[in-house]
Structure formats: C-alpha cells, structure tokens
C-alpha cells in the first residue's frame, strides 16, 4: 500500500472551489463541486491513486496522480 493521499486531494477539491458538506457513513465524507453542481463521496483513507483520480472526474477535475 502507499501513503495516504487524502490531504493533498483535499488541497485540491479546495483550490478547485469544493467544499465539505457533512461526514459520511464510516470514513467517508460528502463534499460538493460547483463544476459539476454534484455531491460526491471522498474517502479519508484514499491510498490508491486510481481511487484519488476516480474522486477527482467526480468533482469534475483532471487526473493529478
């Protein structure tokens, strides 16, 4: 397994116009994008770079690991 990505996806969603909305169902939080005006999921434990990438075309931004 690799380090644990969740706080520079974060750094992003941020920089990007994301914000928090609530916590989820056990680590997972729901964040909303105002590029795609959706709520998507984002888990705290995001250690595969597949699943980082996957959360960022949720929020509507381009692979960035």
């Not at 994301?18 to 005006?37: A, D, L, M, Y």
Request: include cysteine; hydrophobic fraction near 40%.
């Amino acid at each position: 397994m690799g380090s644990n990505l969740y706080p520079a996806l974060v750094r992003l969603l941020e920089e990007a116009g994301c914000s928090f909305v609530r916590q989820g169902k056990g680590s997972h939080e729901i964040w909303f994008s105002p590029i795609t005006n959706r709520r998507f999921t984002v888990p705290k434990s995001t250690v595969i770079i597949h699943t980082a990438n996957g959360v960022l075309k949720d929020a509507g931004l381009p692979k960035a690991f």
